[in-house]
Each structure stands twice: as structure tokens, then as C-alpha cells.
């Protein structure tokens, strides 16, 4: 079993966060935010759950998320 990390990078001249999360297997809660949301699966795969549609996300996969 792979051990789960949360890892968070913050680019002050891009004003941008980055998140390294590996080993994530619990459901996240249903939540928006209020800024865009890109996602990129580097390897394994997720269910999504978004506006009522169901989605297979597998490695490789790149995810946008509008606010």
C-alpha cells in the first residue's frame, strides 16, 4: 500500500500553487472553488463526480475546473 502525501509548492512570482498528491484514496467532499483548477494524472486513476456527471480519469489524463 502506498503511503499517502500532500505536497504543496507556491510560485510568488506566478502567484501560482501547485499540489503533489499521491497515494489519495478517500472520497473528497463535494466542494467548488473560487479559482480555476488544472489537474494532471501522472499515474493510477480516479472516479470523478462533477454537475451530476461521472468521469474515469486515468493517467495521462489533464482535468480544467472553472471557478
Sequence with gaps: MQKEQRN??????LQIE?????????KFPNHFHEY???????AGARHLWCKD?????????LILFNP
Excluded: F, K, M
Design 8 to 13: 504543496i509548492y507556491y510560485d510568488s512570482e
Design 18 to 26: 501547485a499540489y503533489l498528491l499521491t497515494g489519495i484514496v478517500q
Design 36 to 42: 480555476y483548477v488544472v489537474g494532471y494524472i501522472e
Design 53 to 61: 456527471s461521472e468521469y474515469d480519469l486515468a493517467a495521462g489524463d
